[in-house]
T-cell receptor, first 112, second 112 residues
């Protein structure tokens, strides 16, 4: 079964702690993305990566960091510098130019 | 700076009638446009796409129209069914760097 997995589905953290969200894909896609969804604001791009060992900031990268050491994996770290981290986080990938974006099931992060 | 805009947060139609969801964009670097359907706490699922070299693409009950001069696209669903009730996101890809931007979404409710 090809697809994108994100774990866990729900994540709780105390304020001031860093937390890393997992995203793995077995679709052999080069490009991977992280989005954040807040009520009424749609999907906002945090970071994206076109290829291993390369990534670019999206619209709201402040307070987040990523790595792309393997093609299959694109973990997102929500740092303590992110002022409002509670949100629904979506990971996605695509095969390249003019191809659809596939999404994972999402992780809901709640910072207490 | 929101590059993809969906100005209608919600739309309600009667079963069997046509649903028209609208989307506007500002970036002339976008060359590929997509529509996604999303249920709460799940990742979006791909519906239909259109390349900038076309002005219409049809897939069953779903048709996407692109008006490049107006930087506007629309999704038509006909006939609408109660199972179509969801949030619909418009997305656009920048051919220059392959990043993808989403609108804020339109919540469609199809009443029986």
């Amino acid at each position: 079964d090809g697809g994108i997995t994100q774990s866990p589905k729900y994540l709780f953290r105390k304020e001031g702690q860093n937390v890393t969200l997992s995203c793995e894909q077995n679709l052999n896609h080069d490009a991977m993305y992280w989005y954040r969804q807040d009520p009424g604001q749609g999907l906002r791009l945090i970071y994206y990566s076109q290829i291993v060992n390369d990534f670019q900031k999206g619209d709201i990268a402040e307070g987040y960091s990523v790595s792309r050491e393997k093609k299959e994996s694109f973990p997102l770290t929500v740092t303590s510098a992110q002022k409002n981290p509670t949100a629904f986080y979506l990971c996605a990938s695509n095969a390249g130019w003019q191809s659809e974006q596939f999404f994972g099931p999402g992780t809901r992060l709640t910072v207490l | 700076d929101q590059q993809v805009k969906q100005n209608s947060p919600s739309l309600s139609v009667q079963e069997g009638r046509i649903s028209i969801l609208n989307c506007d964009y500002t970036n002339s670097m976008f060359d590929y446009f997509l529509w996604y359907k999303k249920y709460p706490a799940e990742g979006p699922t791909f519906l239909i796409s259109i390349s900038s070299i076309k002005d219409k693409n049809e897939d069953g009950r779903f048709t996407v129209f692109l008006n490049k001069s107006a930087k506007h696209l629309s999704l038509h669903i006909v006939p609408s069914q109660p199972g179509d009730s969801a949030v619909y996101f418009c997305a656009a890809r920048n051919y220059n760097n392959n990043d993808m931007r989403f609108g804020a979404g339109t919540r469609l409710t199809v009443k029986p």
